[in-house]
């Protein structure tokens, strides 16, 4: 089979047994199982992904403002992943991005390979499915669409969906509503660091220079979901990462050395602390470990936004004003760019080192 195959088109063959490069080790199959099985096992009194509402952050009141501050840095150093709800994004804009998200993966394969990206050629904006990268060849079950959408002025148009046709319009209006609550969480957990509200946003490039770039994850039903993995497991480079879903669970968070799923909580949105954040925060701020599961009985789709500090111009450090003696940098300076690198190196150091 070509690593290039979409999943999409295995999933429908009907096949009783998933082919050997979608099949994880044993070391990964702790709590690996159908995505449904795992949400009834969810155990009420045990770590769930907390709530935070952020409607307290609109009020005039100090007060409600404060606790809506602390509310979420609490999550943030707990949990480093919390959902988020009265977030401010009007409902039927969130309807219509899962509605045409929905309508373009319904579109046939063929029709979908027409907006294929070519990542070795470093091609990444367009529709994909993870390459082999080892000699392993381990795959995702998971196929996706990936372009920037914020801001503006730097988005290509052309590498789009064009179907629906709505899909443009949609996306456009969505990544505006989701850039200003990004300012939002930017603002509230700066000053749960003790900061100006505006510090962390000014650190990450601001208006012009943080990207939103958004992948929509395509999970098809999977045959063995006990064997297999929608996203393997990582913390995202991002400085936040928004995650909307179609409802249908699979996130798992590694929390209290366990896997924890994640619940649909209606009306949420869920928000990942990233790399960048913990690195500026001097680790205040979490960045969690997170895999995808998927399931037999229904297809998954995610909506994630990342939202990235520019490559090579800003460079990365803990702040000054968390560093001290008694708090010495937990983290060497470095560009996105570079620790993206260091990530991949580290990586590789560590599958050298797994034991043959
Ligand atoms: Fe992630």
Same mark, same amino acid.
């Given at each position: 089979?070509?690593?290039?195959?979409?999943?999409?088109?295995?999933?429908?063959?009907?096949?009783?047994?998933?082919?050997?490069?979608?099949v994880r080790p044993e070391s990964e199959r702790d709590?690996?199982?159908?995505?449904?099985?795992?949400?009834?096992?969810?155990?009420?009194?045990?770590?769930?992904?907390?709530?935070?509402?952020?409607?307290?952050?609109?009020?005039?009141?100090?007060?409600?403002?404060?606790?809506?501050?602390?509310?979420?840095?609490?999550?943030?150093?707990?949990?480093?992943?919390?959902?988020?709800?009265?977030?401010?994004?009007?409902?039927?804009?969130?309807?219509?991005?899962?509605?045409?998200?929905?309508?373009?993966?319904?579109?046939?394969?063929?029709?979908?390979?027409? +907006?294929?990206?070519?990542?070795?050629?470093?091609?990444?904006?367009? +529709?994909?499915?993870?390459?082999a990268n080892n000699e392993c060849g381990q795959?995702?079950?998971?196929?996706?669409?990936?372009?920037?959408?914020?801001?503006?002025?730097?988005?290509?148009?052309?590498?789009?969906?064009?179907?629906?046709?709505?899909?443009?319009?949609?996306?456009?209006?969505?990544?505006?509503?989701?850039?200003?609550?990004?300012?939002?969480?930017?603002?509230?957990?700066?000053?749960?660091?003790?900061?100006?509200?505006?510090?962390?946003?000014?650190?990450?490039?601001?208006?012009?220079?943080?990207?939103?770039?958004?992948?929509?994850? +395509?999970?098809?039903?999977?045959?063995?979901?006990?064997?297999?993995l929608?996203?393997e497991a990582h913390t995202?480079v991002?400085?936040?990462?928004?995650?909307?879903?179609?409802?249908?669970?699979?996130?798992?968070?590694y929390?209290?050395d366990?896997?924890?799923?994640?619940?649909?909580?209606?009306?949420?949105?869920?928000?990942?602390?990233?790399d960048?954040?913990?690195?500026?925060?001097?680790?205040?701020?979490?960045s969690?470990l997170?895999r995808?599961?998927?399931?037999?009985?229904?297809?998954?789709?995610?909506?994630?936004?990342?939202?990235?500090?520019?490559?090579?111009?800003?460079?990365?450090?803990?702040?000054?004003?968390?560093?001290?003696?008694?708090?010495?940098?937990?983290f060497p300076?470095?560009?996105?760019?570079q620790h993206i690198q260091h990530k991949l190196f580290k990586k590789t150091e560590e599958e050298l080192a797994l034991p043959k």
């Amino acid at each position: 089979m070509p690593t290039s195959a979409r999943v999409e088109s295995l999933s429908d063959s009907g096949l009783a047994t998933i082919p050997k490069e979608y099949v994880r080790p044993e070391s990964e199959r702790d709590n690996l199982g159908d995505a449904f099985d795992e949400a009834t096992k969810l155990d009420s009194a045990g770590p769930q992904v907390p709530v935070v509402d952020l409607a307290g952050f609109d009020s005039t009141d100090e007060k409600e403002r404060a606790k809506c501050v602390e509310a979420l840095r609490k999550a943030a150093e707990d949990w480093g992943v919390m959902h988020i709800v009265n977030h401010g994004i009007a409902k039927e804009v969130i309807e219509k991005v899962r509605e045409v998200g929905k309508a373009f993966f319904d579109l046939p394969v063929g029709e979908k390979e027409k +907006y294929a990206n070519d990542q070795e050629s470093g091609d990444i904006q367009g +529709y994909g499915s993870k390459l082999a990268n080892n000699e392993c060849g381990q795959l995702e079950w998971q196929d996706y669409f990936f372009h920037l959408i914020f801001p503006e002025e730097k988005t290509n148009l052309a590498l789009w969906p064009k179907q629906p046709a709505e899909y443009t319009e949609v996306t456009k209006e969505f990544a505006k509503q989701l850039r200003v609550v990004a300012t939002k969480m930017l603002s509230m957990l700066s000053l749960g660091l003790g900061l100006e509200s505006g510090k962390l946003e000014k650190e990450l490039g601001g208006m012009e220079e943080l990207l939103m770039q958004m992948k929509i994850n +395509y999970y098809p039903k999977c045959p063995q979901p006990e064997l297999a993995l929608g996203v393997e497991a990582h913390t995202d480079v991002s400085s936040l990462t928004f995650l909307l879903t179609n409802m249908v669970p699979g996130l798992q968070l590694y929390y209290g050395d366990k896997w924890v799923i994640a619940e649909c909580v209606p009306d949420s949105l869920l928000v990942h602390i990233g790399d960048t954040l913990e690195i500026l925060s001097n680790g205040s701020y979490r960045s969690i470990l997170h895999r995808s599961l998927v399931n037999k009985d229904r297809v998954r789709i995610s909506w994630a936004v990342f939202c990235e500090p520019p490559k090579e111009t800003i460079v990365l450090q803990p702040l000054p004003e968390l560093v001290s003696e008694a708090a010495p940098a937990k983290f060497p300076p470095r560009t996105f760019k570079q620790h993206i690198q260091h990530k991949l190196f580290k990586k590789t150091e560590e599958e050298l080192a797994l034991p043959k």
